[in-house]
T-cell receptor
Framework: SQQGEEDPQALSIQEGENATMNCSYK?????LQWYRQNSGRGLVHLIL?????REKHSGRLRVTLDTSKKSSSLLITASRAADTASYFC????????????FGAGTRLFVKA | DGGITQSPKYLFRKEGQNVTLSCEQN?????MYWYRQDPGQGLRLIYY???????QKGDIAEGYSVSREKKESFPLTVTSAQKNPTAFYLC?????????????FGSGTRLTVV
């Protein structure tokens, strides 16, 4: 079955630096979503990008989608200690909109 | 404020016991979901419901049961048939298809077998 796989598994950076996380998937998709999870909490929706879009921005977040490479990236600019969390990509494919596949996530640690 | 409330935050289950996790939403969302999260892994779908009085099995439904008697509520029962229930359980809801609009998640219930 298709699955979003994040890379790297873990990332440690200094405050103020940019953080880039990547997601690869196996089959064609309609949409791809990025979520954030603080330790022991639920997921928070960040951005949804559709298959006909190449880039979306939200504040310090920038998401790109390359359907030819079946990959997406999440860039967090000017990172802050509060950005420390796990970040997940989620894909739907064409299997029906009620079943979304979540990857294992990238754990980001931003050092103050 | 609108949102999803999961309770309890922590739950301990003895061997052979059934336990029920609560999930309530006041977002007027039609669809609700239960996911299981194990350490270092992504979320796996247990059950989902698109409308009241209807629900569908997800990828790991064995040992779990649900009901959807009200739009606002989607409780999950972890039965004694679930042999490895220790995990973090997340409830979510969406307007229509979550893959089209995104999901709103609760804060989770951490279930531990003692």
């Amino acid at each position: 079955s298709q699955q979003g796989e994040e890379d790297p598994q873990a990332l440690s950076i200094q405050e103020g630096e940019n953080a880039t996380m990547n997601c690869s998937y196996k089959t064609s998709i309609n949409n791809l979503q990025w979520y954030r999870q603080n330790s022991g909490r639920g997921l928070v929706h960040l951005i949804l990008i559709r298959s006909n879009e190449r880039e979306k921005h939200s504040g310090r977040l920038r998401v790109t989608l390359d359907t030819s490479k079946k990959s997406s990236s999440l860039l967090i600019t000017a990172s802050r200690a509060a950005d420390t969390a796990s970040y997940f990509c989620a894909t739907d494919g064409n299997t029906g909109g009620f079943k979304t596949i979540f990857g294992a996530g990238t754990r980001l640690f931003v050092k103050a | 404020d609108g949102g999803i409330t999961q309770s309890p935050k922590y739950l301990f289950r003895k061997e052979g016991q059934n336990v029920t996790l609560s999930c309530e939403q006041n977002l007027n969302h039609d669809a609700m979901y239960w996911y299981r999260q194990d350490p270092g892994q992504g979320l796996r779908l247990i059950y989902y419901s698109q409308i009241v009085n209807d629900f569908q099995k997800g990828d790991i439904a064995e040992g779990y049961s649900v009901s959807r008697e009200k739009k606002e509520s989607f409780p999950l029962t972890v039965t004694s048939a679930q042999k490895n229930p220790t995990a973090f359980y997340l409830c979510a809801s969406s307007i229509g298809q979550g893959s089209n609009y995104g999901y709103t998640f609760g804060s989770g219930t951490r279930l531990t077998v003692v």
